[in-house]
């Protein structure tokens, strides 16, 4: 057994791990939400020093280059935590050989080091990219290996799909995920005169009512009523669902694969230039935005939204964090809404991270690495320690002034979700009628769930930036124009990378 000294420790990790899901996406600007998440309470180094923990298994033999390491410019505390780690995988695992190599994943870093050998056994890419991994062979088969530890049968279906081939075998794992919706400063919804009798700020249900909606406050407080980040990659990759949302999908979706293989831009279709006229007339004609927008990244966001510069923000699950206790908004003067609907469908963007493995990768180097997973708390197994951590996690969430809210599901194990869910309720800190709404969208069917576009979205998110810049800066610009220069610009793109 664990000594009581291991077992705090292990406590104290996996709070900390709870603790950075609640509040995802504090430490990096990324709309995939791929970065190291925050970590508290850890262990001083001479204390995880001391621990000493049974053997589990002498016989497993390997060495695992693990790309979810932290950075050198980690905060001490969280590099001291991950060597923590390593030790007592050296404890339980003697022959397996934990290797630091902190990975920032891209697609375009990626590939050269599959293909070359070099890629760290485990690493974390967004989940718009399995799908291309595995058909290009990139990735390794861990099937045997999640079925060993008993998690196969945990997979939400959703998942199979987007980690699996068309022959079932699998290639990875879920991390996290997160849903696109809205963040509502209620009280400039409240100073704009935009309350129910009920106390509940009057929330747009479409497009067409954000617009009406943030003009009103706009008159009435002087304050923008969206901020949106229209730089880097930010503005393309909140703009692809409003394109959606314009009907932007199927035969008008923003990328198609024709018989041969080629991948093809689409960014001129009817539904496309509807949903950039929109995006002009919120500037141009209701002057809801915030006027930095060109310049605002994605942490800039949250800060406009919870320090009360602009009423809505559009904004997911795993970020609620950052404008009340990032920002210093109370989480009674917040709400979680679901993303407006468009005169083409309601719509709202799924995304995450995966564990994946690169392609070289023996079967024992895949069990090791889950091990590794399975000891800082990310598998989906029911266990007093995680019980403890996971009340911990939502406490100190809670006394951080961040709401503590259900969970969306990344493993369909019914005691894990129930157990999740039990201990969101004990330590809830808001008025659910702010949230309900959001999470019922996705359950009642409301609203459509969809991933991001197949490839290289990244780079489809900078080029489609660029043409909202160009629309909200000059207000003579062609639209058309704009859009046909960023579908020029990701064809040549994809016919350099992907096409060849």
């Not at 808001?430 to 991933?451: K, Q």
């Not at 800066?473 to 704009?482: S, Y």
Request: glycine share 8%; proline share 7%; aromatic share 10%.
């Amino acid at each position: 057994m664990k000594n009581r000294l291991c077992q705090l420790l292990l406590v104290a990790v996996l709070a900390a791990l709870c603790v950075a899901l609640v509040a995802c996406g504090e430490s990096s600007d990324s709309p995939t939400g791929v970065g190291s998440a925050p970590v508290v309470n850890v262990a001083p180094p001479e204390e995880i020093a001391e621990i000493s923990i049974d053997v589990i298994d002498p016989y497993l033999t390997a060495t695992i280059t693990l790309g979810n390491w932290p950075p050198d410019t980690a905060p001490e505390h969280e590099l001291a935590l991950f060597e923590g780690f390593r030790q007592i995988m050296n404890a339980q695992f003697p022959n397996v050989t934990v290797v630091p190599a902190f990975f920032s994943y891209t697609l375009s870093s990626y590939l050269p080091m599959a293909r070359g050998g070099t890629a760290p056994t485990l690493f974390q890419p967004p989940f718009t990219d399995p799908q291309l991994l595995i058909q290009q062979g990139l990735v390794a088969d861990v099937t045997d290996a999640l079925a060993e530890f008993g998690l196969l049968e945990k997979f939400s279906p959703s998942y199979i799909d987007l980690l699996g081939d068309e022959n079932g075998r699998i290639f990875g794992l879920p991390r996290d995920g997160y849903v696109l919706g809205m963040h509502i400063n209620i009280d400039l919804f409240r100073e704009a005169g935009l309350m129910t009798e009920d106390g509940l700020p009057m929330v747009p249900r479409t497009l067409q009512e954000m617009a009406e909606k943030g003009r009103i406050i706009r008159e009435e407080t002087g304050r923008a009523g969206l901020v949106f980040p229209a730089s880097e990659t930010f503005g393309g990759w909140l703009f692809t669902n409003i394109a959606w949302n314009f009907g932007a999908t199927g035969e008008y979706a923003l990328q198609r694969q024709e018989e041969d293989g080629r991948w093809v831009a689409n960014f001129t279709s009817p539904p496309m230039i509807e949903a950039m006229y929109f995006m002009r007339s919120l500037r141009w004609e209701y002057d809801i935005l915030n006027a930095d927008a060109t310049t605002t990244n994605w942490a800039g966001t949250h800060n406009i939204l919870g320090t009360g510069m602009a009423a809505m923000n559009l904004a997911a699950n795993d970020s609620v964090a950052e404008p009340t206790a990032g920002r210093g908004l109370p989480v009674d003067s917040f709400a979680l809404i679901p993303f407006p609907a468009g005169p083409g469908g309601s719509y709202a963007l799924t995304g995450g991270t995966a564990f994946m493995f690169s392609p070289d990768t023996t079967h024992d180097e895949a069990v090791a690495s889950l091990h590794f997973l399975n000891l800082i708390g990310v598998l989906p197994f029911v266990t007093d320690d995680t019980i403890a951590a996971q009340r911990a996690g939502a406490a100190a969430a809670r006394d951080r002034g961040v709401p503590v809210l259900p969970g969306i599901p990344a493993w369909n194990d019914e005691g894990f979700i129930a157990m999740q869910r039990a201990v969101a309720d004990e330590f809830s800190n808001v008025d659910m009628r702010l949230y309900d709404d959001f999470f019922n969208s996705f359950v009642d069917g409301s609203i459509t769930l969809r991933g991001e576009e197949p490839v290289f979205t990244q780079q489809m998110y900078r080029d489609l930036t660029a043409a909202i810049q160009r629309i909200i800066t000059r207000e003579n610009a062609d639209v058309l124009t704009a859009l046909q220069q960023a579908e020029e610009r990701f064809q040549e793109f994809l016919d350099d990378e992907i096409n060849r």
